[in-house]
């Protein structure tokens, strides 16, 4: 008894002396910490091939744990964002993930939830990269509106930053976009990569794109918003992974209940319209089996998903329509496919 009592009064000790001198400690802590971590790159230890980090996979219902749409693709030395939703970006940076090579960003369609939280790729790219030309910006007819619009809100910060930190560290003209409006077909083709917009069903939001990008003998395609569509199957088909978007109708139908009993009688259709232009697990799974695909990896997530508990509620029957490996990606989900080879890494950052 007295030996437990005198470790305790040792332990209460020891840890008041930490408290009190938690300023010293936490300074010594933080600087430790910081001199490891700032201007790492998070995807330097990946060898050659196509890498993708999901860095939103949320969608405009508000999740505390999921940022809006947000995908980086990473092919050899080009480094590419497909859409850029709220948090989207702070979270790829958050991670590690260096944005001063960024080449370019890709957008599906026009809905804000992909497009709202493209400041910080301009701002980290140009301030990152000493970079001086605009960053393109591409995508259906209207993203070079999308463009000028953050143009002109960021007028007068382009002038700021540069007179603050100088023309060698952030150069007059890297800290605009430059928008491109391009019909489906190659969007891009450099370095290896090349990747093809086609046309999905997210109506009445048209055009809406998804992607198709290939990589050194890897393919990856991504869906984008759309309802249930033969169109991907057939822009996927012999691809390796299947990045494609997924709503629960029968979870969305508890929200809607809730929100019809609390008299919320508009935002409660809003959740019943929604049904019409995204795809469910199950269809998404039944398109992975058409197209003989790997590996199904499911975004977009609708509606919030509190943990993992709840991942079989929301694949539903998915799981039975195709026999690969169905992933439900969270923010920091990476999957690695190596050049010359048939294997998919998965990673979390
Ligand atoms: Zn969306
Ligand atoms: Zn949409």
């Known amino acids: 008894m007295r030996r437990f009592l005198l470790l305790l009064l040792i332990l209460v000790v020891a840890l008041g002396g930490l408290w009190w001198q938690r300023a010293p400690l936490g300074e010594a802590l933080y600087g430790r910490m910081a001199e490891s971590r700032a201007g790492r790159n998070a995807l330097a230890g990946y060898g050659d ?6 860095c939103g996979t949320g969608s405009p219902v508000p999740d505390p744990n999921r940022a809006e749409a947000c995908l980086a693709v990473k092919a050899g030395d080009t480094l590419l964002l497909i859409d850029g939703g709220d948090g989207g970006v702070r979270k790829l940076a958050g991670l590690g993930v ?25 701002l980290l ?10 960053l393109l910006l591409i995508g259906p007819p209207g993203t070079s509106d999308v463009a000028a619009g953050y143009n002109l809100m960021l007028k007068a910060d382009a002038t700021y930053r540069t007179a603050h930190h100088g023309e060698a560290i952030v150069p007059t003209g890297g800290g605009q976009f430059a928008g491109r409006d391009l019909g489906p077909g190659v969007v891009w083709n450099a370095g290896g990569l090349v990747i093809t917009a086609f046309a999905v069903n997210h109506a009445p939001v048209a055009p809406a794109y998804g992607y198709r990008i290939s990589y050194k003998g890897r393919t990856v395609v991504v869906s984008g918003d759309t ?25 969305v139908a508890a929200i ?16 019943r319209d929604i049904l019409t232009y995204h795809a469910t697990p199950e269809q998404a799974a039944t398109v992975a089996a058409q197209a003989g695909v790997q590996m199904l990896m499911l975004t977009h997530i609708v509606p919030q998903v509190p943990n993992r508990f709840f991942e079989a509620a929301f694949l539903g029957d998915a799981p039975a329509r195709f026999s690969g490996p169905i992933r439900m990606a969270r923010d920091g ?12 890494a998965e990673d979390t950052l």
């Open 227 to 251: 309802a249930a569509t033969p169109a991907i199957a057939q822009a996927a088909r012999g691809a390796d992974v299947l990045v494609h978007e997924a709503l629960q109708p029968r979870l």
């Open 98 to 122: 260096a944005l001063d090579g960024l080449d370019g960003v890709l957008l599906t369609h026009l809905h804000s939830d992909h497009i709202e939280g493209l400041a910080p790729a301009l």
């Open 333 to 344: 989900s990476v999957l690695h496919l190596p050049a010359g080879s048939t294997a998919i």
């Open 256 to 271: 809607t209940r809730g929100l019809a009993n609390a008299n919320q009688p508009r935002t409660a259709q809003i959740t």
């Open 49 to 54: 091939g196509l890498t993708l980090i999901f």
């Open 125 to 134: 790219r140009w301030a990152g990269g000493a970079a001086t030309n605009p």
